[in-house]
């Protein structure tokens, strides 16, 4: 299983940017999908999950009202909508999925398969 996490870049603070994410998963359509942050220096940061048919998702407080999570079974991608932008948003963003076997679990956890991150860098 690959992901390539992709869309990063400079951007200002209030500005938007779609990350996408392209999974070499034959069977994309049954794994849930998240996206997740990790700034310099800190812990890994879950920021949001989408169910496998696109029919559940979770964010978290942080992100919530400003990004949103989507999905494209028939392209196996799954998208990050970031509006209002902030330089506390600087940080390296991954996608990662999780197997059928953790469907309806908590969204936060069971991740097995990850990208190679995309860097985002919001100035003030």
């Known amino acids: 299983v690959q992901l390539q996490a992709f869309g990063g870049g400079l951007v200002q603070a209030g500005g938007s940017l779609r990350l996408s994410c392209a999974a070499s998963l034959r069977t994309f359509s049954s794994y849930d999908m998240g996206w997740f942050r990790q700034a310099l220096g800190k812990e890994r940061e879950f920021l949001t999950a989408?169910?496998?048919?696109?029919?559940?998702?979770y964010y978290a407080d942080s992100v919530k009202g400003r990004f949103t999570i989507s999905r494209d079974n028939a392209k196996n991608t799954v998208y990050l909508q970031m509006n209002s932008l902030q330089p506390e948003d600087t940080a390296v963003y991954y996608c990662?999925?999780?197997?059928?076997?953790?469907?309806?679990?908590?969204?936060?956890?069971?991740?097995?398969?990850w990208g190679q991150g995309t860097q985002l860098t919001v100035s003030s």
């Open positions: 990662a999925t999780r197997p059928p076997v953790y469907r309806g679990s908590d969204f936060r956890r069971g991740y097995t398969y």
């Open positions: 989408i169910s496998w048919n696109g029919g559940s998702t």
